[in-house]
Antibody, heavy 118, light 105 residues
Framework: EVQLLESGGGLVQPGGSMRLSCAAS????????MSWVRQAPGKGLEWVSS????????YYADSVKGRFTITRDNSKNTVYLQMNSLRADDTAVYYC???????????WGQGTLVTVSS | IQLTQSPSSLSASVGDRVTITCRAS??????LAWYQQKPGKAPKLLIY???TLQSGVPSRFTGSGSGTDFTLTISSLQPEDFATYYC?????????FGQGTKLEI
């Protein structure tokens, strides 16, 4: 059974930094591209970033480019999202997701809430 | 690439047939996925490649379309189908989602 467990969310001040982690199990992690998707309170889904299985290729939404960095450690079956220069509009539940066909996502974590506020 | 879903919300009854549309701002072939999300839960993949049913998803869900126009049809609504539905284009980064369609009783 595929399991994705996010951690690292919480309250951070505007301009601050935070690193999210997603521990994966139940599938061949090193062969799977992974993504982060977020959802602001009461809003729709927003794709944030993806990383290929070989971690050579990364992709970012325009809204986070230059501020967020996605990485992975295949020895630990973990994907990370380093978030810098956080703004109030980054407040959201952040989901880790396993990519399936193309960049569709067939497995999701439970989400971790990031609140950017003073 | 922008995705526009319609309607934004929809009221229906158990047993109804409903259709949700998703229009892309440029052609994306069949690089489209559909998700269902219930309150407080992570999204669930229903359909990928525009029309391929994900394993375990009931056959009352059908996806169709290519290019710029896509539809998700639920043939006979069940109580558990009342949720919000999103399309996502996976043709090119950024892999944008539609704004969602809330299906209500």
């Amino acid at each position: 059974e595929v399991q994705l467990l996010e951690s690292g969310g919480g309250l951070v001040q505007p301009g601050g930094s935070m690193r999210l982690s997603c521990a994966a199990s139940g599938f061949t992690f090193g062969s799977s591209a992974m993504s982060w998707v977020r959802q602001a309170p009461g809003k729709g889904l927003e794709w944030v970033s993806s990383i290929s299985g070989s971690f050579v290729t990364t992709y970012y939404a325009d809204s986070v480019k230059g501020r967020f960095t996605i990485t992975r450690d295949n020895s630990k079956n973990t994907v990370y999202l380093q978030m810098n220069s956080l703004r109030a509009d980054d407040t959201a539940v952040y989901y880790c997701a396993k990519d399936f066909w193309g960049a569709s996502h067939d497995s999701w974590g439970q989400g971790t809430l990031v609140t950017v506020s003073s | 690439i922008q995705l526009t879903q319609s309607p934004s919300s929809l009221s229906a009854s158990v047993g109804d047939r409903v259709t949700i549309t998703c229009r892309a701002s440029q052609a994306i072939s069949t690089y489209l996925a559909w998700y269902q999300q219930k309150p407080g839960k992570a999204p669930k993949l229903l359909i990928y490649a525009a029309s391929t049913l994900q394993s375990g998803v009931p056959s009352r869900f059908t996806g169709s379309g290519s290019g710029t126009d896509f539809t998700l049809t639920i043939s006979s609504l069940q109580p558990e189908d009342f949720a919000t539905y999103y399309c996502q284009q996976i043709n090119s980064s950024p892999y944008t989602f539609g704004q969602g369609t809330k299906l209500e009783i």
